[in-house]
């Protein structure tokens, strides 16, 4: 809750004229609880759970020659049926894991510095600190993704993630409770070196779950503007983990591609886009264009 009861006390305090933006906040934000705007993350989950991979479900009922070019294991098609049952059990653990534990968070949120009040921070200072949150989560959450590829981590745990072997967009958050408990620990990291506004803390919850779902998508579509971010693996290097499934020991980085290619962990994929170079240059049976491999289940397995 902001310390000011008008706007007029708010510029006189800050010394200047609000901007549009912080005038748009402080009519929202100015009578509700810090507790209360905290919150809003559940909405924004539960909304990008429900509805950012819609556009992908109907592609993949409705799958026309145009797309299916793109879709990077084209012989697997899931049901409707199928596709709701992933996104019922993604709910399940939404309303029993994810918020209740984004509810008892919250002290952790004030303990670091998250703030609600003016002046808000500018573009700049925004798109800094998500960037500074995004290497740190990605740097943690590989090697807690290493470590639940071994034999214990994927038993237990990371194998109810692997049951989608060629992933949907629903199945990006689609895992084991103490999986989602572990990774949320990197999440948060970011945000507890480099604490911003709440505001940053929104939009890194929701990017940080849109860019799963991207990754998750199974298919790489070209026109995808993550394709200009230097560095990021996409859905093509993440469907790549997921076809190879529990003996995978490639391609754990969840955003970008440094980590692997650092810890000598991306052979196998980068091995994989040769041979399927090669067998398109000898006229072999991939079907290839210019943006990723598109290959079939009995081609990954002949390796």
């Given at each position: 809750m902001l310390p000011y009861q008008s706007l007029q006390e708010a510029e006189l305090a800050l010394g200047r004229e609000l901007t549009l933006a912080e005038k748009l906040w402080f009519n929202y934000s100015a009578q509700k609880s810090d507790y209360y705007l905290y919150c809003?993350?559940?909405?924004?989950l539960f909304c990008v759970f429900?509805?950012?991979?819609?556009?992908?479900?109907?592609?993949?009922?409705?799958?026309?020659?145009?797309?299916s070019k793109y879709k990077l294991q084209p012989k697997i098609r899931l049901s409707f049926q199928e596709m709701f049952r992933c996104y019922k059990d993604v709910m399940w653990m939404f309303f029993v894991v994810v918020g209740p534990l984004?509810?008892?968070?919250?002290?952790?949120?004030?303990?670091?510095?998250?703030r609600t009040g003016l002046p808000l921070p500018s573009a700049w200072e925004i798109v800094l600190q998500l960037f500074v949150y995004f290497l740190v989560e990605d740097f943690g959450n590989y090697?807690?993704?290493?470590?639940?590829?071994?034999?214990?981590?994927?038993?237990?745990i990371h194998r109810v993630h692997h049951e989608y072997t060629a992933p949907i967009g629903f199945a990006a958050p689609y895992a084991h409770w103490a999986e989602i408990l572990i990774?949320?620990?990197?999440?948060?990291?970011?945000?507890?070196?480099?604490?911003?506004?709440?505001?940053?803390?929104?939009?890194?919850?929701?990017?940080?779950?849109v860019e799963a779902i991207e990754t998750h998508?199974?298919?790489?579509?070209?026109?995808?503007?993550?394709?200009?971010?230097?560095?990021y693996g996409g859905a093509e290097y993440h469907d790549?983990?997921?076809?190879?499934?529990?003996?995978?020991?490639?391609?754990?980085?969840?955003?970008?591609?440094?980590?692997?290619?650092?810890?000598?962990?991306?052979?196998g994929y980068r091995y994989q886009k040769e041979h399927l170079k090669k067998l398109k240059d000898w006229g072999g049976s991939c079907e290839q264009n210019g943006n990723g491999y598109h290959i079939s289940n009995q081609d990954l397995k002949s390796e």
């Open positions: 809003h993350n559940l909405l924004f429900s509805f950012v991979p819609l556009p992908l479900v109907f592609i993949e009922l409705k799958l026309s020659k145009n797309i984004q509810l008892v968070s919250y002290p952790t949120i004030k303990w670091i510095g998250i090697w807690i993704h290493r470590f639940l590829h071994n034999k214990w981590g994927y038993e237990k990774l949320g620990i990197p999440s948060f990291l970011g945000p507890a070196m480099v604490p911003g506004h709440m505001i940053t803390f929104w939009l890194w919850i929701i990017l940080r779950q998508s199974g298919y790489d579509f070209p026109w995808s503007p993550t394709k200009y971010i230097p560095f790549y983990h997921h076809f190879v499934g529990g003996q995978s020991q490639s391609n754990f980085a969840s955003v970008f591609t440094y980590c692997d290619y650092i810890y000598g962990t991306d052979k």
